[in-house]
């Protein structure tokens, strides 16, 4: 009788250390919650202004460096290449065309301009080691008439000194250029052809 109550005191009292929980299943949710909330990350405030200063610097590095060496928009001002280019036209400057190649007739170009060191669209005539004679109104490159279908009809080509007749010869790496607008435009008529580091790049025409 001794020997039972004994046994039945021992099995209450183990009975008692076991704790079961009212929910098994909500156990393992919220240790998965709660490992979730531990693992979230923690942006603070100034290394968001951090992230987005860096991002601004490196999209303006970007656009520089592609305005700088490769294509930029230009607008056109002045009528100095009426017809082909409108005042107030937005136009594509190619600042890559010359990198590995030379200007060539008839294309038109962004130069540094030597008389005031601004920045002017021309037209190439002619090139290094050629000669460019204005006679009675029209334009000879080494001798030959020039064919000028860009220009309004009935344009003629005068000199902007007393001479009616002007003979001019490219040095090495120099440049002839004209405007479109031979009335109004001041060329290499006024201040002789320009340096090649001068040319900056190749104005990209719309079809």
Same mark, same amino acid.
């Given at each position: ?19 079961? !929980?009212? #929910? ?16 979230? !990350?923690?942006?603070?405030? !100034? ?62 170009? *962004?130069?540094?301009? !030597?008389? #005031? ?23 000879? *490159? ?30 090495? #790496?120099?440049?002839? *250029? ?19 580091? #001068? ?9």
């Amino acid at each position: 009788m001794t020997d039972s109550i004994a046994e039945q005191r021992i099995s209450f009292l183990d009975l008692k250390m076991i704790t079961v !929980p009212m #929910d098994p299943a909500a156990a393992p949710v919220i240790a998965v919650r709660r490992a979730a909330k531990a693992t979230k !990350p923690n942006v603070s405030f !100034p290394r968001q202004i951090a992230v987005l200063l860096l991002v601004a610097v490196m999209s303006l590095g970007f656009y520089w460096l592609t305005s700088r060496y490769f294509v930029q928009s230009i607008e056109v001002v002045g009528e100095s290449m009426v017809p082909t280019l409108e005042p107030g036209n937005h136009y594509l400057l190619n600042r890559w065309a010359y990198h590995k190649a030379t200007p060539q007739h008839g294309d038109i170009v *962004v130069i540094r301009d !030597p008389a #005031d060191h601004g920045f002017s669209v021309k037209r190439v005539i002619a090139l290094e080691g050629e000669s460019v004679h204005f006679l009675n109104g029209m334009v000879y *490159v080494n001798s030959e008439r020039l064919n000028e279908p860009y220009l309004t009809p009935g344009t003629h080509t005068f000199t902007y000194s007393q001479a009616k007749e002007q003979l001019i010869t490219c040095g090495k #790496d120099q440049y002839f *250029v004209l405007g479109d607008n031979r009335l109004v435009s001041m060329d290499s008529r006024s201040y002789g052809p320009v340096s090649r580091p #001068d040319i900056l790049g190749q104005v990209v025409l719309h079809n």
